[in-house]
């Protein structure tokens, strides 16, 4: 008899979910198929608090660091890593944690699965690992730990305290809703504790209580061999009686409040404001499903009513509204209004609901409803289709948590087709009464309000605190501090060698083999016409046409974020006359599943100097896309008053942004680095300094565009892909409606437009160009750059690649350094070679000068020893291969990839030759890229940008100082960009 049976089987659309349970221990295992080359991994536990001392999170970190049967910090990851995986991960949200893997293949993947089963239900949790990985007090009497870290950097900003508002308004008894999972500081420093963490794993670890979720090509007999062994072991542990999670009653709040919130802020020009009702049931898929696309209808485009009230006005009260849902058993419906102005919370609360009134006295837009569902059934449909992993996943860990011994959760989504169709057919009245019960039911109202005096006090009373701290521990206390830390680090750095023993006797794991990729073919015979065509297994049609900006002026290169900003959110010329931009967004619509516009920055390196359309529509659409596209991209109207709103939401949003470390981190290394690219022009400063000086004079700002608008289509250099299936492409894409595009589309005759290193002006700076930016944030956050010209098609790529995963692996070098003795919750080394830089970085940094230290010295000791460990240096193939591979992992993803090796200028093939090449790199070509590429960026030439808080100014400063690094405070950003050049 097989030890483990199907309980329930059930397909939406093509994607099939079957779950088995062990007859032995109430293990679950979920399959979900999924074609192409990576197999994902959801272990997910039901996991509830009743404190803010973050037993769930502390847990979730903790059980990475060894198990009962692989008892050595690392083994996990690195098994990983030979497995072809980039690592492991997790996430702690309030009613679950969830522990993830993603591999090349199932190969890998079976032979991870009972390592990683045996972490999770017999973990060590050592009180070393306790110390080091959670929180403890260093030699310098400073509080630090990763856990502790990643916390600082959250507790005091304006999502969160405005999230631990609305839950303590919401629940009104004492559930596990109501608390931080992830810990609150105080609590990590004082009465959380490695016993309750050991009891919480014993409580809640346990088989009844897991489903392991697999998504991918895999089989499910070779899943059950490889994990009856830990579930034979299973039997043998005393758990005790099970008590599921998520029984006990929950009493949800039940009239209206007002809450004010003060968060640390530097100025006090933008708050947040949230309003939380009660929604539909979890259960009732349909009525989920109806309040979305109210709410959509409501925020979701300039045409909305609610943003039409409070946004798209002369002086706009708000700069963004957005929808947040829980999905518990009574569901929360949160609509968030950010970028509010000073004192304007009660009016935009007021004007918010009498909209809502309007809206409900009026008449809806029914067509404008339909659409949004028809879209919505597309997009699902192609979701499922293309990459369904993650959305089914979800549902899966939902069904866990509230779906019963019967699934209803599972049951009841089944029918999410049908329930679309019938919400398509809805009356004006079926719309009118959701509407009508957010306008009548009581809701939780928080007012997120920035406060420099919040700011001021947070950054006294730390210091007291830890005055008061090194104080009481004195001298003694502080070197016995760094004494146990130090002890804590060699306890879990032991048996380094083991380790390596540990990984060296698993299964060889062979780069490419037995991978299943999907199948694609990139024609490329009418590129001299400025087309190329992808086809994939898709029932849509996907358009990406690409501009270059070489001939562009760094002031029009400026101004992109302005068109982008304006991209179907104007008038246009269209079918012969003049349409308003209500009317385009109807359009947009009806005709388009999805469109987007990227310039600069955007998530596809490749293409950070060219402008980057995309559009998705159904065939059927075809003909009165093609018209529709066309004028979005070249037919604009920029009227002054949809110009004005642009420049209003773009300076609020910019503001809200200098408030986040990392956006300016990374804008002042973009300043000092880059100049005369998209890049340099783009970044938040000088899209600030530009706006602000075209905000009084819009109707020049309107000439810049329209000449802008005429420069990217009609003279310059336009290249578009076309992405469907074959028999969509060979019906609807014949050579004759190819010339029609060709000159519909005015696309070039000229070479692809493509970026190389060379491209941009790079600037070396000299130590008196070193930053300290101070911020409001409660965490470090460093970057550091050097020039390094290793393009993709050079002969040191791989090497230097493969070098920096080595080096920056999951319980690698770096890992060990900085993230194992508690300097920093996150770091990266990486090469960019659309750029031409190497990259340092460490983030959510309680030392940041000590993180950069341990950095440094661990590259000069790689230099010194001449010696890398060859274990680590496979499971760095393992993990490098992984990332390239899943670029594939979806038929649209493979086609993006190709049309983004295009770009580069490689061949189609460039991928598959690196995965060949990584498994010929030698231990002496990584150790001279080390040398060669990797020593200067510690050097005194390389650019370094510090962002901390006030508190720690003076002590960075002088870290620095003592290691020769001259650092120049900046205390306000705005003046340091002015002082570059633009005054």
Request: negative net charge; contains cysteine; charged residues 25%.
């Amino acid at each position: 008899m097989n030890r483990f049976r199907q309980i329930f089987q059930c397909k939406i659309k093509s994607r099939t979910i079957t779950k088995y349970r062990s007859t032995k221990t109430g293990l679950t295992i979920s399959h979900i198929d999924v074609p192409g080359p990576i197999v994902k991994g959801y272990f997910a536990l039901a996991t509830e608090e009743t404190s803010h001392d973050g037993l769930p999170h502390t847990l979730e970190h903790l059980i990475f660091l060894g198990s009962k049967l692989y008892p050595y910090k690392g083994v996990l990851d690195l098994a990983a890593n030979h497995c072809l995986a980039q690592g492991t991960n997790a996430w702690t949200s309030i009613d679950h944690t969830c522990y993830t893997v993603e591999t090349a293949g199932s190969e890998g993947f079976l032979v991870l699965l009972p390592i990683y089963l045996d972490h999770i239900f017999f973990p060590t949790l050592s009180d070393q690992a306790f110390k080091t990985e959670v929180h403890h007090i260093n030699g310098s009497g400073d509080d630090a730990g990763v856990v502790y870290c990643e916390m600082q950097a959250r507790e005091n900003n304006s999502e969160s305290r405005e999230e631990h508002a609305i839950q303590e308004a919401v629940f009104l008894n004492e559930c596990g809703y109501k608390w931080e999972t992830g810990g609150m500081m105080e609590n990590l420093r004082t009465s959380c504790s490695n016993e309750k963490v050991r009891a919480y794993h014993k409580k809640f670890y346990r088989p009844e209580n897991l489903d392991v979720i697999i998504c991918g090509d895999i089989s499910v007999d070779k899943v059950f061999d490889a994990v009856i062994p830990i579930d034979d072991r299973i039997l043998q542990a005393d758990y005790g009686p099970y008590e599921k999670p998520w029984t006990k009653e929950v009493q949800l709040f039940d009239t209206y409040s007002s809450t004010d919130v003060l968060f640390p802020a530097k100025n006090e020009d933008n708050g947040r404001m949230s309003m939380t009702w009660k929604g539909p049931l979890l259960s009732d898929v349909k009525m989920v499903e109806a309040h979305s696309v109210l709410w959509n209808y409501m925020i979701s485009t300039s045409a909305a009513p609610l943003v039409k009230s409070l946004i798209d006005i002369p002086e706009p009260l708000c700069s963004s509204i957005s929808l947040s849902s829980e999905d518990y058993p009574v569901t929360l419906v949160t609509v968030i209004f950010k970028g509010v102005k000073p004192g304007k919370h009660s009016e935009i609360r007021k004007i918010a609901m009498e909209t809502m009134q309007e809206t409900h006295r009026g008449n809806l837009d029914m067509i404008r409803l339909k659409n949004q569902i028809k879209n919505n059934i597309s997009n699902f449909s192609d979701k499922l289709e293309n990459d369904p992993s993650e959305i089914l996943a979800e549902l899966v860990i939902s069904d866990q948590l509230y779906g019963g011994e019967n699934h209803s959760e599972l049951i009841t989504f089944v029918n999410i087709f049908k329930f679309l169709d019938e919400l398509r057919e809805c009356s004006e009245s079926f719309w009118k009464n959701i509407l009508l019960y957010y306008i009548e039911e009581p809701n939780v109202t928080v007012n997120s309000i920035p406060s420099v005096q919040c700011m001021d006090d947070l950054e006294s009373n730390e210091k007291e605190r830890i005055s008061k701290q090194k104080a009481a521990l004195g001298p003694e206390g502080l070197a016995n501090c760094e004494k146990i830390i130090n002890e804590c680090i060699e306890f879990n750095e032991k048996d380094i060698d083991k380790v390596e023993d540990m990984i060296d006797e698993l299964p060889p794991i062979k780069i490419g083999d037995a991978i299943s990729f999907h199948p694609i073919f990139t024609n490329m015979e009418r590129v001299k016409d400025g087309i190329i065509t992808h086809e994939i297994e898709s029932d849509f049609v996907r358009f990406y046409l690409t501009f270059d900006t070489d001939h562009l002026s760094e002031e029009d290169k400026a101004l992109l974020g302005v068109y982008a900003k304006l991209f179907c959110d104007t008038a246009l010329h269209h079918g012969g006359k003049e349409i308003s931009y209500e009317d385009a967004i109807k359009l947009k619509e009806e005709l388009l599943l999805s469109s987007n516009i990227f310039v600069s920055g955007s998530e596809v390196e490749s293409f950070t100097e060219i402008v980057l359309m995309f559009f998705k529509f159904s065939v059927e659409d075809l003909e009165n896309c093609k018209d529709f596209t066309k004028n979005l991209i070249c037919n604009k109207i920029f009227t002054e008053d949809r110009v004005t709103t642009a420049v209003n939401k773009m300076i609020s949003a910019i503001s809200v942004s200098l408030r986040k470390a990392k956006k300016v981190l990374s804008a002042i290394n973009t300043v000092t680095r880059f100049s005369g690219s998209c890049k340099s022009s783009r970044n938040l400063f000088s899209e600030l300094w530009l706006l602000e000086s075209f905000k009084n004079d819009i109707p020049s700002l309107v000439k810049k565009l329209e000449r802008l608008q005429n420069s990217l289509f009609y003279e310059n250099k336009i290249l578009l892909h076309i992405i469907s299936s074959k028999s969509i492409l060979e019906q609807h894409f014949n050579a004759k409606e190819l010339d029609f595009l060709k000159n519909h589309y005015h696309l070039s005759k000229a070479n692809i437009p493509s970026r190389l290193p060379s491209y941009f002006k790079r600037q070396n700076c000299d130590p008196s160009q070193l930053l300290n930016v101070v911020t409001t944030d409660e965490s470090s956050y460093l970057v550091l750059s050097h020039s390094m010209d290793v393009p993709y098609d050079h002969p040191d790529y791989v090497s230097v690649a493969l070098f920096a995963e080595y080096v920056g692996q999951l319980e690698g070098p770096l890992w060990k350094q900085i993230r194992g003795q508690g300097f920093a919750y996150s770091f990266d080394l990486y090469n960019g070679p659309a750029s031409g830089f190497l990259v340092f970085y460490l983030g959510r940094a309680t030392n940041v000068s000590k993180g950069y230290i341990a950095a440094k010295d661990t590259i000069e000791n790689i230099i010194q020893e001449n010696e890398l460990e060859d274990t680590q240096i496979e499971t760095a193939k393992g993990a490098l291969a992984c990332g390239i591979i899943q670029k594939y992992e979806t038929p649209s993803g493979s086609a993006i990839t190709n049309i983004i090796n295009i770009h580069r200028d490689l061949p189609l093939n460039h991928d598959m030759n690196v995965l060949t090449k990584i498994a010929q790199v030698s231990e002496s070509e990584l150790l001279e890229a080390c040398k060669k590429y990797f020593r200067p960026i510690f050097g005194n030439n390389a650019n370094l940008v510090v962002c901390c808080p006030a508190n720690k100014k003076d002590e960075i400063t002088n870290d620095f100082a003592s290691l020769g690094l001259s650092i120049n405070v900046i205390e306000d950003v705005k003046k340091y960009f002015q002082h570059l050049g633009h005054n």
